[in-house]
């Protein structure tokens, strides 16, 4: 699984490299933010592109896993 942290980046950094990330297969990427609307966004962006997405709270934010 490959791994994106994206914490303490503003908007829109989260959800391009959440992109690139994606565009590199269909393996899993877990995505680090730190913030609740990149949550959000990350996770809107990967329902957007047929993936699901869960996401659970972690010690500095959250970790969304894309598959």
Do not use: W
């Amino acid at each position: 699984m490959r791994e994106v942290d994206a914490r303490g980046l503003s908007c829109p950094e989260p959800v391009m490299l959440t992109e690139d990330a994606l565009k590199s297969g269909k393996d899993p990427v877990r995505v680090l933010v730190s913030e609740p609307h990149q949550r959000m966004n990350v996770e809107k962006y990967a329902r957007d592109h047929g993936r699901k997405a869960t996401s659970t709270p972690i010690d500095d934010g959250f970790a969304v896993v894309i598959e």
